[in-house]
């Protein structure tokens, strides 16, 4: 399987976030938000761009969760997601909030040419992609109670929230 150059993450739509809520990619885990843990992991394993799907409401939000000076979008819009998957690269789609867990074996996410997964998702309008690949590594999240399920064997591991 190709190591992927980019990475994509979908968010809930804002319309089925309740008022005060928050997306779960955004839920702390070990003290930061999911998608800071996902980032840094993706980062460390050469991931060089991303994308986040992701309302108006959480951008900003969204945005903090990459280090400083990380090559990354945040938007709703169609257009600005076509830009980002205007490549032959390998991207990494992560179609929910997810754990970064070395063992986790193959899933919900997937890896593909930008082109490939532009070309299904307008042309075809599914997500059954056909030149994609299933990845690795990665522990789905569908909820805080999997979050709190995760975090002692994180601890346990040593894992522990990033330098600021």
Known sequence: M????RALF?????????????PLALQPL???????WMSRSLLGQGVKAFFVVCGPRFAAEAEACFPEGSTVS??????DLAAFLDTEETVL??????????EAGPGFAYTAAGHALARAWKERMTNNVQEAELASGWVP???PETIAELEPLLKQRGFAA???
């Open 2 to 5: 190709p190591v992927p150059q």
């Open 10 to 22: 979908f968010f809930e739509e804002d319309a089925s976030i309740p008022s005060g809520g928050k």
């Open 30 to 36: 070990l003290s930061r938000p999911v998608l800071e």
């Open 74 to 79: 945040v938007s709703e819009l169609h257009s």
């Open 93 to 102: 789609v992560l179609p929910r909030a997810a754990a970064p867990l070395p």
């Open 141 to 143: 999240l569908f909820g």
């Open 162 to 164: 990033p330098a600021e």
